[in-house]
């Protein structure tokens, strides 16, 4: 018999969640559609032993779980999104030449529905288009707002 040491359980711990991490994290990108992309994982982790530190025992066995919540949000919608927003805010005499869509936030608002919120800000350079001259300017519109977003939850295995 041996005495169970806290710091040989910490580190038990410490190398099982970092398998559980990377068997997620593999998992989470088998399981991803085309055409999304991923918001980083909400995972909620535990782990125990079989015997305290300072215990005698001839084997700890120990125990690291996690449930993870998998938001991912669809690239195509989020364009159109942002194509809506725009376009409120565009003269009638202009085009898009290009379209950039930065991601601030994403939030988490319901783990049980796998539902949340990404706020964006988008920038569109604009071309001037005159009816007798060619193009002429570039102007840039900027919006931000704050989209839904609802996908699937993928525990981890433990």
């Known amino acids: 018999m041996t005495v169970a040491t806290k710091s040989d359980m910490t580190s038990a711990m ?5 398998e559980l991490d990377q068997e997620t994290t593999d998992q989470v990108q088998r399981e991803r559609q085309r055409g999304q992309a991923l918001l980083p994982l909400s995972c ?8 305290q530190p300072g215990d005698q025992a001839l ?3 120990v125990t690291v779980s996690e449930h993870c919540t998998l938001l991912a949000y669809s690239l195509v ?13 565009i003269p009638q005499n202009s085009t898009i030449v290009s379209i950039t869509v930065l991601l601030l936030e994403a939030k988490l608002t319901d783990a049980i529905q796998g539902t949340g919120t990404l706020t ?3 920038t569109a350079f604009l071309q001037n288009i005159h009816p007798n001259r060619s193009r002429e300017g570039v102007q840039h519109v900027r ?3 704050t989209l839904p977003v609802c996908d699937q939850a ?5």
Not at 14 to 18: E, S
Not at 44 to 51: F, I, M, P
Not at 77 to 89: D, E, G, H, Y
Request: charged share 10%; proline share 2%.
């Open 77 to 89: 919608s989020v364009q159109q999104q942002a194509m809506a927003l725009l376009r409120s805010s």
């Open 143 to 145: 919006a931000t707002d």
């Open 14 to 18: 410490a190398t099982l969640k970092a």
């Open 154 to 158: 993928a525990t981890a295995p433990s």
């Open 120 to 122: 964006v800000h988008i």
């Open 44 to 51: 909620l982790t535990s782990s125990s032993a079989n015997h």
């Open 59 to 61: 084997s700890v066995q």
